[in-house]
C-alpha cells in the first residue's frame, strides 16, 4: 500500500485529497472518477489509510502505529471494503455496508468504507446505499471509485465530493516505466505508447510477458476474422477469452491495431503508429482494407468495450464482437444475434 508521496502523477486530486486532510475538512463520501488504471484504488486506499492513522504527520498516514498495520494488513475492524463479486455489487453487500456502517467505530471514531468500481451496483444495491448516503451515519466516511459516472444514480452523485482522475502524458508513463529493474527505455517506451497513459495498464502489459507475441497474436486473429464464419469467428473469440480484465486488455489491443491500420490508410505516417514495431504488417494489412471497414469495426469494437464495462458475461461480449468483426461494413448493425452474413 502506497502513501501520497509515492502515487504517480494525479497532482490536482492528491492536493484536494491533503488540503481536506489538513484542514479535517472531511467530506462523508467521495467519488474517485477517471479511465481505468490511473491510481483511483490506490489513492483510495492511501487516503483511507491517513484518515485512520492515529499518528497523522505532513498531511499523509505515518505508517508505523497499529491502524496503519492493520490497514497494510487488510485487518482494520473499521475498514471496509467492497468489490463487485461476480461482475456486479449486489444488494446483499449493500445491506452489509449498511449494518457495517451503524456500529459504532471499534478503534477511534472513524470509519472507512471504499467501494471499488461503484457503477457495478446492481440497481437495488443502488437505491440501498442511496439511503445510507442520504442520512450517512457521523464519522463515516464513503470512498467509491468508478470509470463511469454517468453510471451511478444521480442522487449519489449529487451526494459525493468527486475527485477527478486523468490519464498521464505518455511521456511520463515512459520515465515511470524506465525506473524500473530490468525494463529497457525502449521497452519503457513502447508500453506506454500501448498504455494510452494509464500507469496500471502499463505495468499489467510488463507483467503479462512478451507484448510483441501478444500483438503477432492480434495480428494473425485480424487476417483471420476476414475469412471466417460464424463458427469459425466463435472459436476466435474464445480462443482469446478470459477473465474480465484479460478480454478488456484483447479488446483494448484490438481497439490500437485497428486505429493504427486507419491512421496508416488515411495519413500514411509512421510517426502517429503505435505498434511502430509491426510496422510492415500494418502497411501490408491496411493496403487490404478500405477505409470504411476499418471505421466500421472501430465502432464494434467501441460497443463491446462498452458493453464490457456494463458488466456483460466477457466470453459472450467476445462471441458478439467477433460475429460483428466477420461480416461486411454495410451489413446489418446491431448485437450480431440476428443479422445473417451476406
Not at 487488510?74 to 449486489?90: M, Q, R, T
Not at 477473465?243 to 505516417?269: H, P, Q
Request: with cysteine; proline share 4%.
Amino acid at each position: 500500500m502506497k502513501f501520497f508521496n509515492e502515487i504517480y502523477g494525479q497532482n490536482n486530486a492528491l492536493d484536494l485529497l491533503r488540503r481536506s486532510f489538513a484542514r479535517q475538512m472531511i467530506s462523508h463520501a467521495y467519488l474517485f472518477c477517471g479511465p481505468s488504471g490511473v491510481g483511483k484504488k490506490t489513492c483510495a486506499k492511501a487516503f483511507a489509510r491517513a484518515l485512520l492513522c492515529q499518528r497523522p504527520a505532513e498531511e499523509d498516514a505515518c505508517g508505523e502505529c497499529r491502524s496503519c498495520r492493520q490497514v497494510e494488513g487488510g485487518n482494520h475492524p473499521d475498514f471496509l471494503k467492497v468489490e463487485p463479486e461476480g461482475g456486479s455489487i449486489k444488494i446483499e453487500q449493500a445491506r452489509e455496508i449498511q449494518r457495517r456502517v451503524t456500529l459504532a467505530p471499534f478503534q477511534g471514531g472513524r470509519q472507512v468504507c471504499l467501494i471499488d468500481r461503484a457503477e457495478s451496483m446492481t440497481d437495488e444495491a443502488a437505491n440501498c446505499f442511496l439511503k445510507i448516503l442520504e442520512e450517512p451515519p457521523a464519522g463515516v466516511v464513503f470512498i467509491l471509485t468508478c470509470v463511469q459516472p454517468y453510471a451511478l444514480l444521480a442522487t449519489v452523485l449529487s451526494r459525493c465530493q468527486q475527485v477527478l482522475f486523468q490519464l498521464l502524458p505518455v511521456s511520463q508513463v515512459a520515465l515511470i516505466l524506465a525506473r524500473l529493474p530490468g525494463v529497457k527505455q525502449e521497452e519503457a517506451d513502447l508500453t506506454a505508447l500501448l498504455s494510452g497513459g494509464s500507469v496500471g495498464q502499463a505495468f499489467e502489459l510488463l507483467e503479462g510477458g512478451s507484448l510483441a507475441e501478444s500483438r503477432k497474436r492480434l495480428a494473425q486473429t485480424i487476417d483471420a476474422i476476414d475469412s471466417a464464419g460464424p463458427g469459425e469467428a466463435c472459436r476466435l473469440a474464445g480462443s482469446l477469452s478470459g477473465s474480465r480484465d484479460e478480454t478488456l486488455a484483447w479488446i483494448e489491443g484490438l481497439m490500437l491495431w485497428y486505429r493504427d491500420l486507419l491512421i496508416w490508410k488515411e495519413s500514411e505516417n509512421e510517426k502517429l503508429i503505435i505498434n511502430r514495431d509491426f510496422l510492415q504488417v500494418i502497411k501490408e494489412q491496411a493496403s487490404r482494407r478500405e477505409a470504411a471497414l476499418l471505421i466500421d469495426r472501430l465502432g464494434k469494437i467501441e460497443e463491446a468495450r462498452n458493453r464490457l464495462s456494463r458488466n456483460a458475461n466477457p466470453r459472450l461480449v467476445l462471441d458478439v464482437l467477433f460475429l460483428n468483426l466477420c461480416r461486411p461494413a454495410e451489413g446489418k448493425q446491431g448485437d450480431g444475434f440476428s443479422a445473417s452474413r451476406k
